[in-house]
């Protein structure tokens, strides 16, 4: 069984090796996504394949859409060729259950995948063709939170971002700048509304992509390189509904691959492009899936409701933002992420099985998280809590690791801890010096950043955009040996742009430094450490 259109035919040889086909006409659909296409996804992972795209899938099927999506990728060009193209724009999704057990659907919502490239003529002059389209009611996105930036660690505007507000739209190389380039050709041909709707994992994901966005237009407009009043289309014809998001996905599982070879799957290979994207054409995901959405919508709304999506108010949006990615599942990730790394794991779900580590996330969720959290009413935060720690994170089917999740830590920091520590500070009747397991784990990032394990070894950092700022700092400190470091380490510290806030005002930066030096002891001080704040 290989992963194209025409070997789909053969029904029969697919449903007895128990996978799910798409029950509409496929080629039909694409046919009327290309002459009328509605939902544009920027951003081509896993996650988009293994829960937009199926809940279009799953709205293809009952016949509630006509269209599918038009995917398109701007970071790394390779996945279009060989995670889509390659197969027909076909996936398969394999969910991953708890109990073992294995569900197998081929997902075949995606009419179209192409190069979000400037210097792609063909599909770049296509890109613009469906973003001039009245019907284009939806672009989302999945990019990861560094795809909005425009700034880096010094608050400058990235050297892309500078020439691109000083080059032609058609120019852009930045990815907003490529984004706000196709808006640019929607308003020429009549200020055509629309709606982009980030659901990338960052605190006010909408207001990110607004802000980065309207910089653009602003720019263009003064330098005289975009019409006067594309930035009041940007601002007013333009909406950008907050989100949140929540889906394990991993990097494809060897186990996943034996499993599926096993029933006659051929197309299982992974590839590791040059930009270490690993790609294959299956995604393995967990079963659990919540995607809440602002209902602010400009060119019509798309049913998704009827997938599962919830829509709701932006009030509501948040408090179900702040409760995942701040409070009961985000920051314990990271957790397990860092302390993972440095306890020589592998898998998220033999972490759990660590008495400590077990512990470790079980009190930041529901002792020191769960008190800032509001109640959004559409979601419980101590049923979603209790089936991350209980259901989710131990999954040993799950092929999930620390140091996937310890990508872009400090990107990150700010928005899994800080907010909780700013809400700490700015209560009345919560204590921020009362906090231990939160700095327990700023500390062990600290120590993670020394690049040695509990044991004293040497291992690989997980991709992170500030390492080269960072690690030379860090690395000059050795494991075992007593020295002053607040000088090394308050600069760190007391970096508002990772931490959202400075620990030293907060009343957390001492603290963190004296469980950073209790990890550097010598070997063996990352797990004592542990058992003596968590035993």
């Given at each position: 069984?290989?992963?194209?259109?025409?070997?789909?035919?053969?029904?029969?040889?697919?449903?007895?090796?128990?996978?799910?086909?798409?029950?509409?006409?496929?080629?039909?659909?694409?046919?009327?996504?290309?002459?009328?296409?509605?939902?544009?996804?920027?951003?081509?992972?896993?996650?988009?394949?293994?829960?937009?795209?199926?809940?279009?899938?799953?709205?293809?099927n009952?016949?509630?859409?006509?269209?599918?999506i038009?995917?398109?990728?701007?970071?790394?060009?390779?996945?279009?060729?060989?995670?889509y193209?390659?197969?027909?724009?076909?996936?398969?999704?394999?969910?991953?259950?708890?109990?073992?057990?294995?569900?197998?659907?081929?997902?075949g919502?995606?009419?179209?995948?192409?190069?979000?490239?400037?210097?792609?003529?063909?599909?770049?002059n296509?890109?613009?063709?469906?973003?001039k389209?009245?019907?284009?009611?939806?672009?989302?996105?999945?990019?990861?939170?560094?795809?909005y930036?425009?700034?880096?660690?010094?608050?400058?505007?990235?050297?892309?971002?500078?020439?691109?507000?000083?080059?032609?739209?058609?120019?852009?190389?930045?990815?907003?700048?490529?984004?706000?380039?196709?808006?640019?050709?929607?308003?020429l041909?009549?200020?055509?509304?629309?709606?982009?709707v980030?659901?990338?994992?960052?605190?006010?994901?909408?207001?990110?992509?607004?802000?980065?966005?309207?910089?653009?237009?602003?720019?263009?407009?003064?330098?005289?390189?975009?019409?006067?009043?594309?930035?009041?289309?940007?601002?007013?014809?333009?909406?950008?509904?907050?989100?949140?998001?929540?889906?394990?996905?991993?990097?494809?599982?060897?186990?996943?691959?034996?499993?599926?070879?096993?029933?006659?799957?051929?197309?299982?290979?992974?590839?590791?492009?040059?930009?270490?994207?690993?790609?294959?054409?299956?995604?393995?995901?967990?079963?659990?899936?919540?995607l809440?959405?602002?209902?602010?919508?400009?060119?019509?709304?798309?049913?998704?409701?009827?997938?599962?999506?919830?829509?709701?108010?932006?009030?509501?949006?948040?408090?179900?933002?702040?409760?995942?990615?701040?409070?009961?599942?985000?920051?314990?990730?990271?957790?397990?992420?860092?302390?993972?790394?440095?306890?020589?794991?592998?898998?998220?779900?033999?972490?759990?099985?660590?008495?400590?580590?077990?512990?470790?996330?079980?009190k930041?969720?529901?002792?020191?998280?769960?008190?800032?959290?509001?109640?959004?009413?559409?979601?419980?935060?101590?049923?979603?809590?209790?089936?991350?720690?209980?259901?989710?994170?131990?999954?040993?089917?799950?092929?999930?690791?620390?140091?996937?999740?310890?990508?872009?830590?400090?990107?990150?920091?700010?928005?899994?801890?800080?907010?909780?520590?700013?809400?700490?500070?700015?209560s009345?009747h919560?204590?921020?010096?009362?906090?231990?397991?939160?700095?327990?784990?700023?500390?062990?990032?600290?120590?993670?950043?020394?690049?040695?394990?509990?044991?004293?070894?040497?291992?690989?950092?997980?991709?992170?955009?500030?390492?080269?700022?960072?690690?030379?700092?860090?690395?000059?400190?050795?494991?075992?040996?007593?020295?002053?470091?607040?000088?090394?380490?308050?600069?760190?510290?007391?970096?508002?742009?990772?931490?959202?806030?400075?620990?030293?005002?907060?009343?957390?930066?001492?603290?963190?430094?004296?469980?950073?030096?209790?990890?550097?002891?010598?070997?063996?001080?990352?797990?004592?450490?542990?058992?003596?704040?968590?035993?």
């Amino acid at each position: 069984m290989k992963l194209k259109q025409s070997n789909l035919r053969n029904t029969i040889v697919w449903e007895e090796k128990g996978f799910e086909l798409p029950k509409f006409d496929r080629n039909k659909m694409i046919e009327q996504t290309l002459k009328n296409p509605e939902w544009v996804h920027l951003g081509a992972g896993n996650i988009f394949r293994a829960f937009p795209a199926a809940v279009c899938q799953e709205l293809l099927n009952k016949g509630i859409l006509k269209t599918g999506i038009i995917v398109a990728e701007g970071f790394d060009y390779e996945i279009i060729e060989k995670s889509y193209r390659t197969y027909d724009n076909l996936s398969l999704l394999v969910t991953l259950k708890a109990d073992g057990n294995l569900d197998k659907k081929v997902v075949g919502s995606i009419a179209e995948s192409l190069c979000m490239d400037t210097t792609n003529t063909t599909d770049w002059n296509r890109l613009t063709e469906i973003f001039k389209n009245p019907g284009l009611k939806m672009v989302s996105f999945t990019i990861t939170e560094k795809g909005y930036s425009l700034i880096n660690d010094k608050q400058e505007f990235i050297p892309s971002v500078l020439d691109d507000f000083k080059h032609k739209p058609v120019q852009a190389a930045s990815y907003i700048g490529r984004l706000t380039a196709l808006l640019y050709e929607r308003y020429l041909v009549g200020r055509l509304p629309l709606t982009l709707v980030s659901m990338d994992n960052c605190s006010h994901n909408g207001t990110r992509l607004f802000e980065a966005v309207t910089t653009f237009a602003n720019k263009w407009v003064e330098n005289g390189i975009a019409e006067a009043g594309f930035n009041e289309y940007v601002q007013e014809s333009i909406s950008y509904p907050w989100s949140m998001i929540d889906k394990i996905t991993p990097r494809p599982s060897e186990s996943v691959i034996h499993m599926l070879e096993e029933v006659g799957f051929e197309d299982t290979s992974v590839v590791v492009t040059a930009k270490n994207t690993y790609v294959a054409p299956f995604v393995n995901a967990e079963e659990p899936q919540y995607l809440v959405i602002e209902d602010n919508f400009k060119n019509g709304r798309l049913p998704l409701e009827q997938g599962g999506i919830i829509f709701t108010n932006k009030e509501i949006v948040e408090k179900v933002e702040k409760m995942k990615v701040c409070t009961c599942l985000n920051p314990l990730h990271t957790a397990l992420a860092v302390f993972g790394c440095l306890l020589s794991y592998n898998k998220i779900s033999d972490e759990m099985k660590d008495k400590e580590l077990a512990a470790l996330v079980n009190k930041i969720g529901s002792i020191e998280g769960m008190p800032v959290v509001s109640d959004p009413g559409i979601i419980n935060p101590e049923s979603f809590l209790k089936e991350v720690l209980n259901v989710r994170f131990p999954n040993p089917f799950m092929p999930d690791t620390p140091q996937r999740i310890a990508c872009d830590t400090s990107q990150k920091l700010a928005i899994r801890f800080g907010e909780t520590i700013k809400a700490y500070v700015e209560s009345e009747h919560l204590r921020v010096r009362d906090l231990t397991f939160i700095p327990l784990v700023l500390a062990g990032w600290l120590r993670y950043l020394c690049g040695i394990d509990d044991q004293g070894n040497p291992f690989s950092y997980s991709p992170d955009p500030m390492l080269p700022v960072l690690t030379p700092v860090m690395t000059q400190i050795k494991l075992g040996e007593k020295e002053e470091i607040h000088d090394k380490v308050k600069e760190i510290l007391s970096n508002k742009s990772i931490f959202g806030i400075d620990l030293y005002e907060a009343g957390l930066g001492y603290k963190v430094e004296n469980l950073f030096t209790e990890l550097m002891q010598g070997p063996g001080a990352v797990r004592n450490t542990l058992k003596k704040y968590l035993d």
